[in-house]
């Protein structure tokens, strides 16, 4: 399994790969079966998704966090990185899950990162671990 967690915000972003990290090992995969790499931003998380890949990864998670500021850059980046999550996980025919949190301000990211409204790294680690047994179950 392959984590890609992007550097810009990493006082919610790190929050986040531990949600994951915990949710995974929850699932029963030791630490050496998890694999992890720290790109600038949520920009990159489609390039890190697919270098994970090339590592024989069966899915990888690709958490961030944009916060909306006062110009489009947010609907940029939000968007070029919906976009590549996607492609990357159709190019690859694997689980690529979005885990990216898109918010108007600072407390919605927090609420949204072991806050009130749950952890979106343990739901993204979930929700990877839920398309690998679809995609085996398919296969068989």
């Known amino acids: 399994m392959g984590i890609v967690v992007a550097?810009?915000?990493?006082h919610i972003t790190d929050v986040l790969l531990n949600g994951a990290k915990d949710t995974l090992l929850?699932?029963?995969l030791s630490a050496d079966q998890i694999q992890s790499l720290s790109v600038?931003?949520?920009?990159?998380?489609p390039l890190g998704a697919q270098m994970l890949f090339q590592q024989q990864c069966d899915a990888v998670i690709c958490l961030g966090c944009v916060i909306k500021g006062d110009t489009p850059h947010f609907d940029y980046v939000c968007q070029a990185a919906t976009d590549g999550i996607l492609q990357v996980g159709l190019s690859q025919n694997k689980p690529c899950i979005f885990g990216v949190i898109t918010t108007n301000n600072e407390q919605q990211a927090l609420d949204r990162a072991d806050?009130?409204?749950g952890n979106k790294g343990a739901e993204a680690a979930l929700s990877a671990c839920w398309m690998l047994a679809a995609k085996q179950n398919n296969q068989q």
Do not use: Q, S
């Not at 550097?7 to 990493?10: D, K, L, M, S, T």
């Not at 600038?40 to 998380?45: I, Y």
């Open 7 to 10: 550097a810009w915000n990493n």
């Open 26 to 28: 929850g699932f029963g």
């Open 40 to 45: 600038p931003g949520a920009f990159e998380l």
């Open 115 to 117: 806050g009130k409204l």
